[in-house]
């Protein structure tokens, strides 16, 4: 309850800087370079972070990665112009060839691609486990093994991995952790306390908030974040343009509000779901139906408003349920205000078979408006509701 109130607080108030000539906003700083009177203010050491290149560090993006590494409660944050520019420099950082990761085999796709094929060309290896089994994990950590990739909860399924016993696992191993926080947010995860290395986002869903800005961070102590900091950021150059840092942070003031609201509606909808004759499974780990509910009740503060699920195999159904809604939209990603579909296969394990998934986004909407628009697209799409509906 507290920490909700200070998240309030923490992403509504700025610190009065007078560099800034007390703007309420911080202002964007545009410009690629900083000039020098002479060579003696270039060449004089002070304090702090001494501007020359927005490569390096430019002030709008300053400020956001200060406000990031706040809300995480981390030492230090990069910012990259997208979450897999933050997703790949984190790893990067953290391997050497002939080095091993281990990495759930749920992850973000184009993560999982990053990892498991593209590292391959520098010899380095990923073995990709069932994030849900600490066992399997222990099992799959080799003499050379130097990372554990986390990602909870999963973005198709939603299946956690306990995120304190494989930051103690990984500590005891001698391997450096990632985690990635974009599902549940700062509002409602807090990795780094649990014993993470590593936190990387996509800002690019909730943070933003609103679809109109890319964007990644990675945070955790200075040592770290200074690592990346020096070699992937500053030499891959994928970094944040401080016209996009200046939106996401707009984005940021509203994050704690927005999530309430977020997780008020995804609680709704997916019991109404779950109600549903049709309705196979509902995977979200907000339901006691979760078979995971437990440790997201203990891991969690709160749950986000992407949920998945299954009714029937018929692919080709799902989809013309889809085609039938009217307020969800069909599209990838999510965190903006409207709410999206999007009909996928997956296998909730690594030896399962592929079953087709609905993944819903929901958005701001009125979560009446959307129960309406879910139910009439079901029944549309020749779907039993059930209950005399
Ligand atoms: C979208 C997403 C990413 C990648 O972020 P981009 O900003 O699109 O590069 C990484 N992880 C998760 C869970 C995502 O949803």
Not at 28 to 31: D, P
């Given at each position: 309850m507290s920490k909700r109130k200070s998240l309030h607080t923490a992403v509504a108030h700025d610190e009065h800087d007078q560099r800034h000539y007390g703007a309420v906003t911080v202002p964007?700083?545009?410009?690629t370079l900083f000039t020098f009177e002479n060579y003696e203010e270039m060449d004089r050491d002070e304090p702090g972070i001494k501007y020359s290149y927005s490569r390096g560090d430019n002030p709008t993006v300053n400020a956001l990665e200060q406000r990031l590494a706040e809300l995480e409660g981390g030492a230090k944050a990069r910012c990259f112009a997208s979450g897999m520019g933050a997703i790949s420099a984190a790893v990067l950082s953290l391997v050497r060839t002939g080095e091993h990761i281990v990495c759930v085999d749920q992850a973000y796709g184009p993560a999982r691609e990053f990892m498991g094929r593209y590292l391959e060309r520098f010899g380095i290896a990923t073995t990709f486990v069932d994030g849900t089994e600490l066992g399997a994990i222990e099992d799959a950590v080799r003499e050379n093994t130097s990372l554990l990739y986390l990602e909870s909860p999963t973005s198709l399924f939603f299946q956690l991995q306990d995120v304190q016993a494989c930051a103690a696992l990984a500590r005891k191993r001698g391997l450096r952790t990632v985690i990635d926080n974009t599902w549940a947010t700062p509002c409602f995860q807090q990795p780094l306390a649990l014993g993470i290395d590593l936190v990387v986002h996509s800002?690019?869903?909730?943070?933003?908030?609103?679809?109109?800005a890319l964007g990644g961070v990675v945070i955790g102590s200075a040592e770290l974040v200074d690592a990346v900091s020096g070699s992937e950021h500053a030499l891959l150059g994928a970094v944040m343009q401080p016209q996009a840092a200046a939106t996401l942070l707009r984005g940021l003031r509203t994050l704690p509000l927005r999530m309430e609201r977020h997780q008020a509606s995804a609680g709704i909808i997916a019991r109404h779901l779950e109600s549903l004759r049709c309705v196979d499974r509902v995977h979200y780990p907000g339901l006691t139906s979760h078979p995971q509910h437990e440790l997201a009740q203990r891991q969690l503060s709160g749950f986000s408003s992407v949920l998945s699920f299954e009714a029937g195999t018929d692919i080709a159904r799902l989809k013309r349920f889809a085609d039938g809604l009217?307020?969800?939209?069909?599209?990838f990603s999510w965190g903006g205000y409207e709410s999206l579909v999007s009909i996928q296969t997956g296998r909730r394990t690594p030896a399962s078979e592929p079953v087709p998934v609905a993944r819903l986004y929901v958005g701001l909407e009125d979560p009446e408006d959307l129960v309406r628009d879910l139910d009439a697209a079901l029944r549309q799409a020749g779907f039993d509701l059930g209950g005399g509906t």
């Open positions: 964007v700083y545009a410009n800002l690019t869903k909730y943070i933003g908030g609103h679809s109109d009217r307020l969800f939209r069909i599209g």
